[in-house]
């Protein structure tokens, strides 16, 4: 069975190489936000937040805090441009699950649309800390959010995405 979606999603790679001075336009970062809006979320509360982050300085500063967290200096983000944070409501039961769909969304549209992008973890740790919190509250963000993941987008580095390993043989148990 061929399908321009399954294809898509059988496709798509984490990509750790970005070329850092190439910006994806607004118009690709729009369409890729606007696919992590769609996301299923439980009983349709949309409880996540995704902050858009094209700015560089913010962009940088959000590399260092996740760098601290990591305990190192290198740049987490692998150089990409543009940052899209994931935040929930953790009001909502199902926050982290609703969260780590708008990823799934995001990291799928960017393929769709010709970008390459990574889950960048340690968002709960980052948000957590005094400036992170501090981030949410410039950004007008108020109540218990957790940061979920970054998932970061731009053009993929030569040599980006590898191919996709041979998936394993006891992935998917039938019950018929």
């Known amino acids: 069975m061929t399908n321009e979606t399954l294809n898509c999603l059988e496709t798509r790679r984490s990509v750790r190489g970005y070329k850092p001075d190439v910006m994806p336009s607004d118009e690709l970062t729009e369409a890729v936000v606007r696919a992590g809006t769609f996301a299923p979320t439980g009983r349709g509360a949309q409880s996540p937040v995704i902050v858009a982050v094209t700015n560089k300085e913010v962009r940088d500063r959000l590399s260092r805090l996740n760098a601290a967290v990591l305990g190192t200096q290198s740049d987490p983000f692998y150089g990409a441009p543009v940052v899209l944070v994931v935040l929930a409501d953790r009001s909502r039961p199902t926050y982290l699950y ?26 709960r740790e980052v948000f957590g800390s005094a400036e992170g919190k501090e981030l949410l509250r410039q950004w007008g963000i108020e109540g218990d959010y957790e940061g979920i993941g970054h998932c970061v987008l731009g053009y993929p580095a030569d040599g980006q995405p590898l191919e996709a390993k041979p998936r394993k043989a006891d992935y998917v148990r039938w019950v018929k």
């Not at 609703?98 to 968002?123: K, P, T, Y």
């Open 98 to 123: 609703d969260g780590s769909l708008v990823m799934g969304n995001l990291m799928n549209a960017a393929h769709a649309v010709g970008l390459g992008s990574c889950w960048i973890h340690r968002a």
